[in-house]
C-alpha cells in the first residue's frame, strides 16, 4: 500500500455480510457492515488493502512492458528514429507526470499514471519521447505530440485529475514536490 494512502471506514446499515474497498485519491475507502464489532472491523480492512494492493501490483506495468511501450509508440507515431535508452516508472515525481533527459536518452513516468488509462500513458510516453527530438515545447514539439491521435484528449483527462486532486474536500491542497530538474532534463508537469 502506497506510504501516502488514508484509510477511511465507512460503516452501512444497508451492507448485511458484504465488505469492498477502493481508492479515492489519495484515500483508501473500505466500506463495511454497520453491524460488524470494531475486532471485525479491523480485520477486514487488513484482508481489504492486500487484496487491493495485489490486484493494483497485477495492473502496474513493470519497467521492461513500459520501455517496450514507448519503443512501439516511438516507431508507429515518431518515425522510430529516436528510440529512448532507457524508461522507468519512478515514485519521486508529484508534480509533474513524466521526465526526459534527451543528452541520456532517458524517460521517467510517474507511477502517479500508472492507474490511468493506457491512452494517457501512452499520451504521456509520447510527450516524453518528441522531447528526444525537440527538448523545449515549441511548435514543432506540439506537431510531434499531435501525431498521436488521443493527445488533446489525454491533455484533458491529466488536466482534470490534477483538478480534481486539488480539489476540496477530496484531499490536502496541492503542494509541489521540492524536486529539481538539472539543466539536461525536461518534464511534463501537472497544471
Known amino acids: 500500500m502506497p506510504s501516502n494512502t488514508k484509510i477511511e471506514v465507512r460503516r452501512s446499515p444497508r451492507r448485511r455480510r458484504t465488505v469492498s474497498a477502493y481508492r479515492d485519491g489519495d484515500t483508501t475507502v473500505v466500506l463495511v457492515p454497520a453491524t460488524f464489532s470494531r475486532a471485525e472491523e479491523k480485520r477486514w480492512v487488513g484482508r481489504m488493502l492486500q487484496r487491493l494492493e495485489a490486484r493494483e501490483e497485477r495492473r502496474r506495468p513493470g519497467d521492461g512492458e513500459l520501455h517496450d511501450r514507448a519503443v512501439e509508440l516511438a516507431r508507429r507515431y515518431l518515425d522510430g528514429t529516436r528510440l529512448p535508452d532507457s524508461v522507468r516508472w519512478v515514485d519521486n515525481q508529484n508534480s509533474r507526470w513524466g521526465s526526459c533527459t534527451p543528452d541520456t536518452r ?39 505530440v499531435h501525431r498521436y491521435p488521443k493527445a488533446e484528449r489525454a491533455r484533458g483527462y491529466l488536466e482534470g485529475f490534477s483538478a480534481g486532486s486539488r480539489a476540496e474536500p477530496c484531499g490536502p491542497e496541492f503542494v509541489p514536490d521540492e524536486e529539481t530538474l538539472d539543466s539536461t532534463e525536461v518534464a511534463l508537469e501537472e497544471e
Open 106 to 144: 532517458t524517460i521517467r513516468i510517474s507511477r502517479r499514471v500508472a492507474g490511468m488509462p493506457e491512452w494517457v500513458v501512452d499520451y504521456v510516453l509520447i510527450h516524453e519521447l518528441a522531447h528526444l527530438f525537440i527538448p523545449h515545447h515549441g511548435r514543432e514539439f506540439w506537431e510531434l
